[in-house]
C-alpha cells in the first residue's frame, strides 16, 4: 500500500463527498454546456486528482493500481466526463512516460501533469489505423537536431486541452509492423502541430476528443521517449493494459451509480397499487446487475492486487475490460428499462447514462480486440 489505511480511507470519503455534492448536481449542466467548469478543474487539481498514479517523487499521490482502481470505483460514480479530465494525466497520457520515460524526461512533465497544470494526451489512433494500430502511417523522419513528424491521429480524448502529447510514430519506414513505432513527447504550440474541431458524439459530453495533426513538426532529439527508437508500440501496449483495468473500474462505478438509482426508482415507483420493487420481473432485472457488478469488481480488484505484485496482467486486463464494459452496458440497458417511460426522458439522467456507458466497449481497445488479447495469450502460454 502507498497510503496508509487512514489515509486512504480519508481519501476515499473525500472522494465520494465531492462526487454526491459537487459534481452530481453539476451532470446535467454539463451534459448541456458540454463543458466542466473552470472551478471544478481546480477543485479537482487541489484533491490531487491529477496525479493520483504519478510516483511522489514527481509530485503525485503515487497510489498503487488497487488503491487506484478504488478511487475511480467512487469516482466513476457521475457523469464519466469527470474522471475523463483527470484520466489521461494518470493514465494513457503519462504512464508511457513513468514506465519508459528517461528521468530528464519525468522531471521535465511529470510534477506538471501531477498538479494539472499540464493536460496530456495519447496519440495512437489513426483514420486508418485504430484497433489495427501496429500499423500507425504517422512517420518521424530524422531532421536536423531531431524528428520531422507528418500524419494525422483521431479520436484523441483531451486533445483539445492537452499541453502534452505521446505520439506514436513510425522511424522506420523499413519496418512496416510494431517494431517500426517510436513514441515522441510533443508539447503543444510545437510548430506544425494543431488540433481539429472538436468531435460531436453520442455521449459523454464534457469530455472531448478531436484530430491531432502533424504538418512537418520539428521535435528535439530529446522528445523521443526513453531516448529509444523501435520501443514504442511496446511502450503503448504496456499503457493500455493498465489503462483497461483502470476503464473496468469505471465501468464498475457507472454500474453501481445506475442500479443505485434503478432501485430508488423501483421502490418509489407505484403501478397495480405497488412500489414496483415488489414485482419480481423488475427484481430479476435488479438482481441480474447487482451480480455482474460484483462480478466485475471483484476481477478488477484481484487483477489490481496481482499487477502490485507484480504479476503480467496482460490477459486478466483484457478480462476485466471485455466483462465489465459489456456488464455495464446490460446494467444501463436494465435500468432504462426499470424506468419505463422515464428512463427514455433526459431530465431522468438515464438516458445520458446509456449513451455514455456505450464507449466503454470501444475505447482502449474493442470488446472483439480484447477477445483476441485473451485467446491469443491462451495459446500462447499453453
Ligand atoms: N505488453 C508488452 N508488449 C506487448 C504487449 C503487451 N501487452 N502486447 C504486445 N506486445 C509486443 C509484442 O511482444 C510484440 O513485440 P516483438 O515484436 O518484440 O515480439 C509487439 O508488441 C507486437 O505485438 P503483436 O504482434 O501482438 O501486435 P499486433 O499488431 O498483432 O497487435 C493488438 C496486437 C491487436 C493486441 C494491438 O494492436 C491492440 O491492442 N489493438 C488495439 C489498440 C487499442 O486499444 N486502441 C485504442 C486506442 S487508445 S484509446
Given at each position: 500500500m502507498a497510503l496508509d489505511n487512514e489515509t486512504m480511507q480519508g481519501l476515499l470519503e473525500s472522494v465520494a463527498r465531492f462526487v454526491r455534492e459537487r459534481l452530481r448536481p453539476l451532470e446535467h449542466q454539463v451534459a448541456r454546456e458540454d463543458c466542466i467548469p473552470a472551478e471544478i478543474r481546480r477543485e479537482i487539481a487541489a484533491m490531487g486528482l491529477f496525479g493520483l498514479s504519478i510516483p511522489e517523487d514527481y509530485g503525485?499521490?503515487?497510489?498503487t493500481m488497487e488503491e487506484e482502481v478504488r478511487v475511480a470505483f467512487e469516482l466513476g460514480k457521475t457523469s464519466p466526463a469527470f474522471r475523463s479530465l483527470i484520466g489521461t494525466n494518470n493514465g494513457i497520457g503519462s504512464q508511457g512516460l513513468i514506465m519508459d520515460g528517461t528521468e530528464e524526461q519525468k522531471q521535465r512533465y511529470l510534477p506538471r501533469l501531477a498538479s494539472g497544470e499540464l493536460i496530456s494526451s495519447f496519440a495512437l489512433t489513426e483514420p486508418e489505423a485504430g484497433?489495427?494500430?501496429?500499423?500507425?502511417?504517422t512517420s518521424a523522419r530524422r531532421g536536423e537536431g531531431g524528428y520531422v513528424l507528418n500524419g494525422t491521429k483521431r479520436f484523441i480524448t483531451n486533445a483539445p486541452h492537452a499541453g502534452l502529447f505521446t505520439v506514436f510514430a513510425r522511424?522506420?519506414?523499413?519496418?512496416?509492423?510494431?517494431?517500426g513505432v517510436s513514441a515522441f513527447l510533443v508539447e503543444a504550440g510545437t510548430p506544425g502541430l494543431s488540433c481539429g474541431p472538436i468531435d460531436r458524439k453520442m455521449?459523454?459530453?464534457?469530455s472531448h476528443t478531436s484530430d491531432v495533426i502533424f504538418e512537418d513538426c520539428h521535435v528535439p532529439s530529446d522528445a523521443l521517449l526513453g531516448g529509444r527508437e523501435g520501443q514504442g508500440f511496446r511502450t503503448a501496449m504496456k499503457v493500455l493494459d493498465r489503462g483497461r483495468l483502470h476503464i473496468s473500474a469505471v465501468c464498475v462505478a457507472m454500474a453501481e451509480r445506475v442500479i443505485d438509482d434503478s432501485l430508488r426508482y423501483a421502490v418509489e415507483r407505484k403501478q397495480f397499487g405497488q412500489p414496483?420493487?415488489?414485482f419480481q420481473l423488475v427484481q430479476a432485472m435488479l438482481a441480474d446487475s447487482r451480480t455482474e457488478a460484483y462480478a466485475a469488481r471483484c476481477m478488477v480488484l484481484e487483477t489490481a492486487r496481482s499487477k502490485d505484485r507484480g504479476a503480467d496482467v496482460a490477459t486478466d486486463a483484457a478480462c476485466c475490460k471485455l466483462f465489465a464494459s459489456e456488464m455495464v452496458g446490460r446494467v444501463v440497458d436494465r435500468a432504462v428499462q426499470i424506468h419505463g417511460g422515464a428512463g427514455y426522458i433526459?431530465?431522468?439522467g438515464i438516458e445520458r447514462f446509456y449513451r455514455d456507458a456505450r464507449l466503454f466497449r470501444i475505447y482502449e481497445g474493442t470488446s472483439q480486440i480484447q477477445q483476441i488479447v485473451i485467446a491469443r495469450n491462451m495459446v500462447r502460454d499453453l
Amino acid at each position: 500500500m502507498a497510503l496508509d489505511n487512514e489515509t486512504m480511507q480519508g481519501l476515499l470519503e473525500s472522494v465520494a463527498r465531492f462526487v454526491r455534492e459537487r459534481l452530481r448536481p453539476l451532470e446535467h449542466q454539463v451534459a448541456r454546456e458540454d463543458c466542466i467548469p473552470a472551478e471544478i478543474r481546480r477543485e479537482i487539481a487541489a484533491m490531487g486528482l491529477f496525479g493520483l498514479s504519478i510516483p511522489e517523487d514527481y509530485g503525485g499521490l503515487g497510489l498503487t493500481m488497487e488503491e487506484e482502481v478504488r478511487v475511480a470505483f467512487e469516482l466513476g460514480k457521475t457523469s464519466p466526463a469527470f474522471r475523463s479530465l483527470i484520466g489521461t494525466n494518470n493514465g494513457i497520457g503519462s504512464q508511457g512516460l513513468i514506465m519508459d520515460g528517461t528521468e530528464e524526461q519525468k522531471q521535465r512533465y511529470l510534477p506538471r501533469l501531477a498538479s494539472g497544470e499540464l493536460i496530456s494526451s495519447f496519440a495512437l489512433t489513426e483514420p486508418e489505423a485504430g484497433s489495427d494500430a501496429a500499423s500507425l502511417k504517422t512517420s518521424a523522419r530524422r531532421g536536423e537536431g531531431g524528428y520531422v513528424l507528418n500524419g494525422t491521429k483521431r479520436f484523441i480524448t483531451n486533445a483539445p486541452h492537452a499541453g502534452l502529447f505521446t505520439v506514436f510514430a513510425r522511424t522506420d519506414p523499413s519496418q512496416p509492423g510494431a517494431r517500426g513505432v517510436s513514441a515522441f513527447l510533443v508539447e503543444a504550440g510545437t510548430p506544425g502541430l494543431s488540433c481539429g474541431p472538436i468531435d460531436r458524439k453520442m455521449g459523454q459530453s464534457g469530455s472531448h476528443t478531436s484530430d491531432v495533426i502533424f504538418e512537418d513538426c520539428h521535435v528535439p532529439s530529446d522528445a523521443l521517449l526513453g531516448g529509444r527508437e523501435g520501443q514504442g508500440f511496446r511502450t503503448a501496449m504496456k499503457v493500455l493494459d493498465r489503462g483497461r483495468l483502470h476503464i473496468s473500474a469505471v465501468c464498475v462505478a457507472m454500474a453501481e451509480r445506475v442500479i443505485d438509482d434503478s432501485l430508488r426508482y423501483a421502490v418509489e415507483r407505484k403501478q397495480f397499487g405497488q412500489p414496483i420493487a415488489e414485482f419480481q420481473l423488475v427484481q430479476a432485472m435488479l438482481a441480474d446487475s447487482r451480480t455482474e457488478a460484483y462480478a466485475a469488481r471483484c476481477m478488477v480488484l484481484e487483477t489490481a492486487r496481482s499487477k502490485d505484485r507484480g504479476a503480467d496482467v496482460a490477459t486478466d486486463a483484457a478480462c476485466c475490460k471485455l466483462f465489465a464494459s459489456e456488464m455495464v452496458g446490460r446494467v444501463v440497458d436494465r435500468a432504462v428499462q426499470i424506468h419505463g417511460g422515464a428512463g427514455y426522458i433526459a431530465d431522468h439522467g438515464i438516458e445520458r447514462f446509456y449513451r455514455d456507458a456505450r464507449l466503454f466497449r470501444i475505447y482502449e481497445g474493442t470488446s472483439q480486440i480484447q477477445q483476441i488479447v485473451i485467446a491469443r495469450n491462451m495459446v500462447r502460454d499453453l
